[in-house]
């Protein structure tokens, strides 16, 4: 694996310090939201519909912003899990459906958090994709969509979470909006950039605050320099074993992505 690249992701592996714990909701929201991260990775969707659910038990109204951005990171991770079966579950679409739900209400309790912001964009971009066959419906998604795309991409400059989303509708977006390989790839290793610094100024914070993200640029370079113009096989195993480093049990980079990826050594044999 690239040095520099083994070095940012063991940095995104290691866990921040913990936070005062008490036996009250913080704890156990605490405990809750490793839990959702853990199942996303694994690909468990059963697991991540549970702790939805188990959220709700999360009553401290100071905490509600969390509570609420946590329930719709839950249902959009299922339904992003869903997409990597064959055929996709049809609740998929449910789901999208529920976490908008969620991150709007996270977005109520607490006004202006871009958090929320861009789970809604990322929720509504497959509900856009979902949504190809039905121009009525699409145009209504899109209404929404561009303006808080447009917005995270002008104020999410350092923030991990949106230089994924941004990195990624670069790359896959239609023309004029997307389908620059180079730009994204830009975008994506800024991103990696953004969560080594977060990582380091975020030490302390509780697990509930958003520090995701950085795994998440290096599996998109990943597939980037897997399946764009600019295949390189071993640019892309760098970035996966990168993304593995970070988050050791994801399903998807290690049983789905990593496989295509030494595919291509294959196919030039």
Do not use: C
Request: glycine share 8%; charged share 25%.
């Amino acid at each position: 694996m690239n040095a520099l690249v083994w070095m940012v992701a063991q940095a995104l592996a290691t866990p921040a310090s913990s936070h005062a714990a008490r036996p009250d909701d913080t704890a156990r929201l605490v405990a809750l939201v490793k839990e959702v991260r853990a199942a996303d990775y694994r690909g468990d969707r059963a697991e991540l519909q549970r702790l939805a659910a188990a959220l709700d038990g999360v009553k401290r109204p100071s905490l509600s912003a969390y509570r609420f951005y946590w329930q719709g990171f839950a249902r959009w991770r299922r339904a992003l899990n869903g997409f990597n079966e064959t055929p996709w579950p049809g609740d998929v679409k449910d789901d999208l459906q529920g976490a908008m739900v969620r991150f709007r209400q996270a977005l109520g309790a607490r006004p202006d958090w871009i958090e929320a912001k861009i789970g809604m964009v990322g929720a509504s971009a497959s509900l856009v994709y979902l949504a190809a066959d039905d121009p009525a419906e699409k145009q209504k998604l899109l209404a929404e969509f561009v303006p808080l795309a447009r917005e995270i991409g002008e104020k999410g400059a350092d923030n991990p979470r949106a230089l994924w989303l941004k990195g990624g509708l670069q790359l896959s977006a239609p023309p004029p909006y997307g389908g620059d390989a180079a730009k994204a790839a830009a975008t994506m290793r800024q991103g990696v950039e953004a969560a080594r610094r977060e990582e380091v100024a975020s030490a302390g914070a509780p697990a509930y605050v958003p520090t995701w993200g950085g795994a998440e640029n290096l599996m998109n370079l990943a597939y980037l320099y897997s399946h764009s113009a600019m295949k390189d096989r071993q640019v892309a195993l760098a970035y996966a074993e990168g993304a593995l480093v970070a988050a050791p049990e994801w399903h998807y980079v290690r049983d789905v992505l990593m496989p295509q990826i030494q595919a291509l050594e294959e196919a030039r044999r």
